[in-house]
């Protein structure tokens, strides 16, 4: 997977970023000194978490064969601070007729979605610094 971000000539804070055929757009808030163009980073890593976590009870529920009707994942985000951990809340909001059994099973398989195991587990960053033309950028 790979995800290129290239600054826009608006400001120095908008930045198209290219995901396959996808474009997506980041910015910050007018408060943080950005256009309000798009999602901020951080909201992106929380949008992240939400639709992965919706994506993956969606396809669990479909593999079971149970007809849970719509999914919606709300994720509230703090980021880290001085001795506080980042905090990540999750409202997942399931239909009313789901059984008990489907509830917990959502509850546990919601934990699994690549995103969660990401932000829960070990990460490793590799960083380079490439020189090129800025006409080339």
Request: proline letters at 7%; glycine letters at 6%; hydrophobic letters at 35%.
């Amino acid at each position: 997977m790979k995800a290129i971000a290239h600054r826009t000539a608006r400001t120095a804070f908008t930045h198209r970023i290219d995901v396959r055929q996808h474009q997506i757009i980041a910015d910050e808030p007018p408060e943080h000194g950005g256009d309000d163009d798009g999602p901020s980073p951080q909201e992106l890593l929380a949008a992240s978490l939400a639709s992965c976590t919706a994506v993956t009870i969606e396809m669990y529920a479909k593999r079971k064969g149970w007809d849970i009707g719509p999914v919606e994942v709300q994720c509230e985000y703090t980021p880290a601070e001085r001795g506080c951990p980042t905090n990540f809340k999750l409202v997942l909001r399931l239909a009313s007729d789901c059984t008990e059994e489907q509830i917990e099973r959502l509850r546990v398989i919601a934990a699994k979605c690549p995103v969660h195991r990401t932000l829960d587990g070990e990460v490793i960053f590799s960083e380079r610094v490439e020189l090129v033309e800025p006409a080339a950028m």
